[in-house]
């Protein structure tokens, strides 16, 4: 369908799929095409006329990209699954995830936006990716030559760069639940509670056998170009016993992990702070969450 823009400009092409086959097949004949569903970001670089694709692949109608479920104990969610319907789910299944989604945008944007839009879009900000590293998200690809599994944590190659092939869409999600001998916190911090890009997120899970850490997994945005899964702290956190001093010195080892900037939001050396501090901020919380 061609829709006419003013006369100086080129007519744009939208191109509206019914069904997932039909996407997969307008995705390897426009390679280059804008993907929108909610289109909370793409809409807004159009109004302020920072792009103007020539073609846009539409997955509104693709109602197979819609659904979210769980699966045992897995969270499988569309691409296009907007976050009120994820923010329903969440609030049983996953209340840590449920709280960053409660202040995910506004209502309207969640009701729009999408978790495949998020995940796409790449943000080292994004509220949703710490979530999804350490819960060790897998992320479904489907091209006309087939379909394909890539954990989240290995999808991202430096900034806005993926393991995606041209003629590739994200269709699916899927997210692990924590089991009951885990510990999950998720962080954000920013200038106001509701309605504002973040200065810091965080993601910090941990499995426990008694006192003793038996695993971790850690994710931080918005201090380097991409989310960063923090390596060597978790290696060092594994076989430590979960107390204070041990969460101090996890701080300590995660400064040297990370790269900040300073921007508008925070410094740099605040970012550090954060990244620090958050250790014992999971660590006081667990303490008060178990008397």
């Known amino acids: 369908m ?8 080129a007519p744009q092409l939208a191109l509206c799929p019914r069904t ?3 996407a997969i097949a307008y995705r390897q004949q426009y390679p280059k095409a804008k993907i929108v569903a909610g289109a909370t970001d793409v809409g807004v670089q159009i109004n302020k006329g920072l792009i103007r694709p020539d073609v846009f692949l539409d997955l509104n109608r693709v109602a197979e990209l819609a659904d979210v479920t769980v699966e045992g104990k897995t969270i499988v969610a569309g691409a296009r699954a907007s976050w009120t319907s994820l923010l329903k789910l ?6 840590q995830f449920a709280e960053i989604l409660e202040v995910f945008g506004s209502p309207q944007i969640r009701h729009v936006g999408t978790i495949g839009g998020n995940i ?8 949703s990716l710490p979530f999804l590293f350490v819960a060790e998200a897998e992320l479904g690809l489907a091209s006309t030559a087939g379909r394909r599994s890539v954990n989240i944590n290995q999808f991202y190659s430096g900034y806005k760069q993926f393991d995606l092939r041209p003629d590739e869409l994200l269709t699916r999600v899927r997210i692990p639940l924590p089991g009951h001998a885990e510990l999950l916190r998720l962080f954000k911090v920013s200038r106001r509670k509701d309605l504002d890009i973040s200065t810091f997120t965080g993601a910090i899970r941990i499995k426990l056998d008694g006192e003793t850490i038996t695993d971790a997994a850690i994710a931080f945005g918005a201090v380097g170009p991409t989310i960063i899964r923090l390596r060597k702290t978790e290696s ?3 076989g430590e016993v979960f107390s204070e001093e041990t ?5 300590e080892i995660a400064v040297d992990e990370i790269t900040p900037i300073s921007d508008v939001r925070g410094s740099k050396e605040y970012r550090y702070q954060l990244a620090k501090n958050v250790f014992l901020k999971f660590y006081w919380e667990q303490q008060s969450a178990t008397v």
């Open 90 to 95: 969440c609030q049983e299944e996953a209340p």
């Open 236 to 238: 060092f956190l594994r």
């Open 20 to 22: 997932l086959d039909e």
């Open 247 to 251: 969460m101090q010195t996890a701080g």
């Open 2 to 9: 061609l829709a006419a823009g003013p006369s100086s400009l």
């Open 120 to 127: 796409m879009n790449a943000s080292p900000i994004a509220d």
